[in-house]
């Protein structure tokens, strides 16, 4: 078991749940994606994982906190490791396919990012914890 399975086992455990196969088949997929899926995309790298399963097993990972539901422009949604779990990183979205890519940015400018969102968060009042940034425009397949 990697270390990655050993903590999604402790989070499910401490939401009275079993890490089931189906379930481990759901956090590989997740894992090698390279993005947020969707269910229809989840499918295809589970191979014979029936849908229905696939939206059972998803909530109660979601529950646990070990997967999050991303909204884009999909209508169910699209699904990712937590962030906690994968390391920070943002989005590039594709308005044609919708396409979604995960993209690490370089901690130097995460921290200018951080620096810039933290005084425009000041100026209203607002505490900034964390921020979110999709990039949207047109993947590599589309242009
Ligand atoms: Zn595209
Ligand atoms: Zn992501
Ligand atoms: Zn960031």
Known sequence: MSELDDVVLARLVASDQRY???????????????????????????????????????????????????????????FELAEDLIGHHHHLLCEECGAMLDVTVPPAIERQLDEALEKLAKRSGFTLHHHRLDLVGRCAQCK
Do not use: H, K, M, W
């Open 20 to 78: 089931t196969p189906a379930r481990r088949a759901l956090v590989a997929a997740l894992r090698c994606a390279g993005g947020p899926v969707s269910i229809q995309e989840i499918q295809g790298l589970t191979d014979d994982l029936p849908q229905s399963s696939i939206y059972r097993n998803l909530s109660v990972l979601e529950a646990a906190g070990v997967v999050t539901r991303i909204v884009g422009n999909y209508e169910f949604g699209r």
